[in-house]
């Protein structure tokens, strides 16, 4: 009987030294985009992550590639920063004209405004959009592209901090 008493004790023992379970839970979003033909949509948004202004104007650009530099008094903060990202499907090889709503557009925040200039989308060369249609054509086999655009925020001297936005519009015809 003692024998059985030892035995028992011991199959109750580690139970009885496990942790505690600890339970939680967590939500997380899912997305799909299913294309039809001759589509066109954002995919991302232009952003020209963190800044420091300073007593001097200057200028951050922000290429195709998500490469971001600086002139004159600007100070880029951090890694931040990238292109607007558009996508469709059309057919192989067929040619599409994308052109600018404007050339230039003003952003708004909690102080003066700032002009965003010279976008340029990352085709092979990169080229500067503008309101003047610029023909490409679908490489893809699928007919399916994507394509970044970048552009150039001009900062003004001691620019008030603060989120600023506004919005700039790409027109795709296919041919």
Same mark, same amino acid.
């Not at 997380?28 to 995919?43: D, H, M, N, T, Y």
């Not at 963190?50 to 650009?61: D, E, F, K, L, N």
């Not at 404007?102 to 405004?113: E, L, Y």
């Not at 002009?115 to 989308?121: A, L, M, T």
């Given at each position: ?49 963190? %800044? %420091? ?13 998500? #490469?971001? #530099?600086? #002139? ?8 931040g920063?990238?292109p607007a990202?558009?996508a469709?499907?059309g057919t192989?090889?067929r040619?599409v004209? %994308?052109?600018? +709503? ?19 989308? +990352?085709?092979?060369?990169?080229? %500067? ?13 699928? +007919?399916?592209?994507?394509?970044p ?10 620019? #008030? ?15």
């Open positions: 009987m003692q024998r059985g008493l030892a035995l028992f004790a011991l199959l109750i023992a580690p139970t009885a030294a496990s942790p505690a379970l600890a339970q939680g839970s967590a939500q997380g979003e899912v997305e799909a985009i299913v294309l039809r033909p001759l589509s066109f949509f954002k995919v991302n948004d232009l952003d020209f992550g963190s %800044i %420091i202004a300073s007593g001097t104007s200057g200028t951050v650009r922000l290429a195709p590639d998500g #490469t971001r #530099t600086r #002139t004159g008094g600007v100070t880029l903060s951090g890694n920063g990238e990202r558009f469709g499907l192989p090889n040619q004209n %994308i052109s600018l +709503g404007s050339n230039m557009i003003w952003i708004t925040g909690p102080g003066v405004r700032m002009r965003v200039r010279d976008f340029e989308i +990352g085709s092979t060369p990169t080229a %500067i959009l503008s309101t003047t249609p610029t023909r490409f054509s679908i490489a893809s086999t699928l +007919g399916n592209y994507n394509f655009v970048g552009g150039t925020l001009e900062v003004g001297a001691n620019q #008030t901090p603060g989120d600023y936005s506004g919005t700039f519009t790409i027109t795709l015809n296919y041919l």
